[in-house]
């Protein structure tokens, strides 16, 4: 429990620094805005964004494919 504590206080801390560091203005811009830009709104991301939404509805499509139909073993006998 107190390994959890410690684990939770830390973690928080963490989280308050983060926002107090990313908050901070540069050139009249948070900090924040310059690591979106960079890190997140990039070809890359953007890349494999488009991709894992393309897996994901095809992967879907699939799944509902896969239980409209039933197989011949699915019957149940009367």
Do not use: C
């Not at 488009?50 to 509902?64: I, N």
């Amino acid at each position: 429990m107190n390994d959890l504590l410690k684990w939770a206080g830390k973690l928080t801390l963490q989280a308050i620094f983060w926002v107090f560091i990313l908050s901070i203005k540069y050139h009249g811009r948070p900090v924040f805005n310059y690591a979106n830009d960079t890190l997140v709104q990039n070809s890359m991301v953007q890349t494999v964004d488009e991709s894992l939404a393309d897996l994901w509805q095809r992967l879907a499509r699939a799944t509902k494919v896969a239980f409209a139909k039933n197989a011949p073993d699915d019957a149940k006998p009367l």
